[in-house]
């Protein structure tokens, strides 16, 4: 067993979360000790925190259940969320034309995808998101530089 990185574990039980009933932080640590992942509770419990983890009731599941909750896709995010996502998961970045690529660990594509989409960084007409690659495209033929400059700035790259 191990301790990997915070963004790996934060997948992991994202995972977790979307795949099973959790009613309870130590039965969360027994999935993760399950899939090899070494943690804490006072770790997981900051980790559910982050994640913006809550509990729900569910039909036909005794007591709460944790659960990520949705935001909605046109609640306009903070800039300071944006920055935190980018810096913590973001690991490349290239420019091609009115297009910028985003490298994250893999598995977490969504994540930043969803971040940009609900901040809405001037000059970004969209994103797409893959498993550990997000495209961005610039609302200028010739507009990548300059928001891929603007990523950098917030990313703190």
Same mark, same amino acid.
């Given at each position: 067993?191990?301790?990997?990185?915070?963004?790996?574990?934060?997948?992991?039980?994202?995972? @977790?979360?979307?795949?099973?009933?959790?009613?309870? %932080?130590?039965?969360?640590? #027994?999935?993760?000790?399950?899939? /090899?992942?070494?943690?804490?509770?006072?770790?997981?419990?900051? #980790?559910?925190? $982050?994640?913006?983890?809550?509990?729900?009731?569910?039909?036909?599941?005794?007591? %709460?259940?944790?659960?990520?909750? $949705?935001?909605?896709?046109?609640? &306009?995010?903070?800039?300071?969320?944006?920055?935190?996502? @980018? /810096? $913590?998961?973001? &690991? +490349?970045?290239? &420019?091609?034309?009115?297009? &910028?690529?985003?490298?994250?660990?893999?598995?977490?594509?969504?994540?930043?995808?969803?971040? @940009?989409?609900?901040?809405?960084?001037?000059?970004?007409?969209?994103?797409?998101? /893959? #498993?550990?690659?997000?495209?961005?495209?610039?609302?200028?033929?010739?507009?990548?530089? +300059?928001?891929?400059?603007?990523?950098? +700035?917030?990313?703190?790259?």
């Amino acid at each position: 067993m191990s301790r990997p990185p915070k963004v790996r574990r934060q997948h992991v039980i994202a995972g @977790l979360l979307a795949n099973h009933a959790i009613t309870s %932080q130590p039965q969360l640590l #027994d999935l993760l000790a399950k899939e /090899g992942v070494e943690a804490t509770q006072a770790t997981v419990s900051r #980790d559910l925190e $982050e994640l913006g983890a809550v509990r729900v009731r569910l039909p036909g599941v005794e007591g %709460q259940v944790y659960a990520i909750a $949705e935001q909605p896709t046109n609640q &306009v995010a903070p800039v300071e969320h944006l920055r935190r996502v @980018l /810096g $913590e998961w973001v &690991v +490349e970045l290239g &420019v091609s034309g009115n297009l &910028v690529l985003l490298r994250t660990p893999p598995g977490s594509a969504h994540v930043v995808a969803s971040a @940009l989409d609900r901040t809405r960084p001037e000059g970004m007409l969209g994103t797409v998101a /893959g #498993d550990d690659t997000v495209l961005m495209v610039a609302d200028r033929p010739d507009g990548g530089d +300059e928001l891929a400059d603007r990523i950098r +700035e917030l990313s703190s790259r």
